[in-house]
């Protein structure tokens, strides 16, 4: 009995001291842990694109949406017939005049020549050997061995031998010019704009193959409605009555209406107009904003507030722009009452000042108390977007 309780108080003393050992390890782990544990990173302040808002007068210009093209357009094809075995230009191409496009299979084009050249020859053979008789029978009638009759008839076999040379030499030139046609070459530098056959198809004389776009003066295309066509044949040949945009970059060309379409579009009811715009270096189909300002009824606004479209959202259905507390640099929302839009900005009629800071990118991560700071462009990207 006595040894049953001395191995029991062994057994209890033994769970204790395991207690004390995992309790020791526990609060060992947590504190690790609780050392390991790194304190939040404190949010970085947001940097926002800002202008101080200014009073300007601004023009109400008529805005269209215009395209870049050639002011000529070449469809180009064969001048004969044959199968088409070679193309070498593709669209986007630039070529050089006289650069050659595509290639007809020429074989029957080349035996055609050489028979020309045949009969050129025969034709030449034959004339040396009437004229050789010829020369004979002026010699036998000055002896008075032959009639004045005999004489004429080997002149006038001279003549017909003469003629037929001629024909055959034109004839040889035809072939020749059919033979050097089987190979299509560009009549001045371009773009190729377009393809139109495939290698391996039979084409009939004039059938398009390629559509080249000639370097040189570039058009504004664009539509007008209807009320407003008689206007813009007001400003046909003033120079320069027009300012194109081209969109994805700053440059802004000058323009001179050159053409307007006679008739309307039978579905849009609108009036292409073409606009020149000189040897201006612009991409072929690039897109382009075209104003008018001072015609169409264009009206000046003075003493305008305008701000970019970026700088507007809406908060609680309300149109807000956000203010920039230069004391605090903090943003709070301020709404405003729109007016019309000019061009890519729009005029603010109220809720605005002159003079006041307002975020013009980045609004729509704005929280009203949020502190900002002013994005100030690196030298390299600054150089970059110029």
């Given at each position: 009995m006595d040894r049953v309780q001395s191995d029991a108080g062994?057994?209890?003393?033994?769970?204790?001291?395991?207690?004390?050992?995992l309790g020791f390890a526990t609060g060992l782990a947590l504190l690790v842990s609780g050392c390991g544990r790194q304190a939040p990173a404190p949010e970085a302040v947001r940097a926002v694109r800002v202008m101080t808002v200014q009073t300007e007068s601004?023009?109400?210009?008529?805005?269209?949406?215009?395209?870049?093209?050639?002011?000529?357009?070449?469809?180009?094809g064969f001048r004969v017939s044959g199968k088409l075995v070679q193309r070498l230009a593709a669209v986007g191409m630039h070529v050089k005049a006289g650069q050659l496009l595509a290639q007809l299979d020429a074989v029957d084009l080349k035996l055609g020549q050489d028979a020309a050249q045949a009969s050129l020859q025969a034709a030449q053979t034959n004339l040396d050997q009437v004229s050789a008789d010829n020369q004979r029978f002026q010699g036998l009638r000055a002896q008075g061995f032959i009639s004045a009759a005999e004489l004429e008839r080997s002149d006038t076999a001279l003549k017909a031998a003469k003629s037929q040379l001629e024909a055959a030499r034109a004839q040889a030139g035809v072939q020749q010019h059919q033979a050097q046609y089987a190979a299509l070459s560009a009549d001045v530098a371009g773009v190729i704009t377009a393809t139109e056959a495939e290698v391996g198809q039979v084409l009939t004389a004039g059938t398009p193959v390629l559509r080249l776009a000639h370097d040189g003066p570039r058009d504004a295309v664009f539509a007008v409605p209807e009320d407003q066509v008689n206007a813009v044949k007001a400003l046909v040949g003033r120079k320069e009555a027009l300012r194109v945009q081209v969109w994805g970059s700053d440059q802004s060309l000058p323009a001179t209406v050159r053409?307007?379409?006679?008739?309307?579009?039978?579905?849009?009811?609108?009036?292409?107009?073409?606009?020149?715009?000189?040897?201006?270096?612009?991409?072929?189909?690039?897109?382009?904003?075209?104003?008018?300002?001072?015609?169409?009824?264009?009206?000046?606004?003075?003493?305008?507030?305008?701000?970019?479209?970026?700088?507007?959202?809406?908060?609680?259905?309300?149109?807000?722009?956000w203010l920039l507390d230069e004391a605090s640099m903090t943003v709070k929302p301020q709404p405003v009452e729109l007016g019309v839009v000019v061009g890519d900005r729009l005029q603010i009629k109220a809720g605005l000042q002159a003079g006041q800071v307002v975020v013009t990118a980045g609004v729509h991560v704005l929280t009203p108390g949020l502190a900002v700071r002013r994005y100030v462009e690196s030298p390299a990207a600054a150089s970059a977007t110029r």
């Open positions: 062994k057994l209890s003393a033994g769970w204790s001291r395991l207690g004390v050992a601004r023009m109400n210009a008529m805005l269209y949406a215009a395209d870049i093209r050639p002011q000529t357009e070449s469809r180009l053409e307007v379409a006679a008739v309307a579009d039978p579905v849009a009811r609108t009036f292409q107009v073409k606009a020149d715009l000189g040897r201006a270096a612009v991409p072929l189909g690039q897109t382009a904003t075209l104003s008018m300002p001072g015609g169409l009824g264009g009206t000046v606004e003075a003493g305008g507030l305008y701000l970019p479209l970026t700088a507007l959202s809406e908060q609680a259905g309300k149109t807000v722009v």
